[in-house]
């Protein structure tokens, strides 16, 4: 297997393998699984980066859900507060749903506080988050994660959904960006 990769300009080493990554997904299912169990909950999750990892996801998931996929936008600027994240393609009606949201990598929290805020406007009757990775070192604003994957070092990964300007996304292993 070649271990390290050229992305555009860059080089990326293999950082978290597949089956390790997948194990510990397979562990999050199955704590969801106990947490929901007679429930019936809404996964929401976010393009294009938790794709993988919602697939992977719901394979282990036993107790009856739905799933559906939804876009934040890149920064929209407003006149009052500078600058927000935008919640695109939400068709269903989430008040008094038991909702999951599923993302890819939670780096300095900015995004996930919004889209929260923005669920939760909405009255669904619980709201959990689950995120393949999180940067506690980035992390610029407190926020509760239920169900975390792999907590990582403050540095640029790829692969397993994640992209650098684009490509990616399809690596099935994690790769950290070469010191
Ligand atoms: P946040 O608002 O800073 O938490 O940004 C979250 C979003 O930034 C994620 O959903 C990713 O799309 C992107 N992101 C953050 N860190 C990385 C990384 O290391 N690799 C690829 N994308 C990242």
Do not use: W
Not at 61 to 78: D, H, K, M, N
């Amino acid at each position: 297997m070649q271990s390290t990769i050229q992305v555009h300009d860059k080089h990326f080493e293999v950082f978290i393998e597949k089956n390790v990554i997948e194990h510990r997904i397979n562990e999050l299912a199955s704590q969801i699984n106990q947490d929901y169990e007679g429930k019936r909950p809404l996964f929401l999750a976010i393009l294009n980066g938790s794709f993988m990892f919602a697939a992977e996801l719901m394979k282990s998931v036993t107790v009856a859900c739905e799933i559906t996929f939804l876009r934040v936008s890149s920064y929209q600027a407003t006149e009052s507060s500078g600058k927000v994240h935008q919640i695109l393609g939400l068709l269903e009606n989430i008040e008094g749903r038991d909702v999951i949201v599923v993302e890819d990598i939670v780096d300095t929290g900015l995004t996930m506080v919004e889209i929260k805020a923005q669920l939760l406007a909405q009255n669904p009757a619980s709201l959990s988050i689950t995120t393949l990775f999180q940067k506690p070192e980035a992390l610029r604003q407190p926020i509760d994660i239920q169900y975390i994957g792999f907590e990582i070092e403050n540095k640029f990964v790829l692969g397993y959904g994640l992209d650098y300007d684009g490509l990616g996304r399809n690596l099935g292993d994690l790769y950290v960006l070469c010191e």
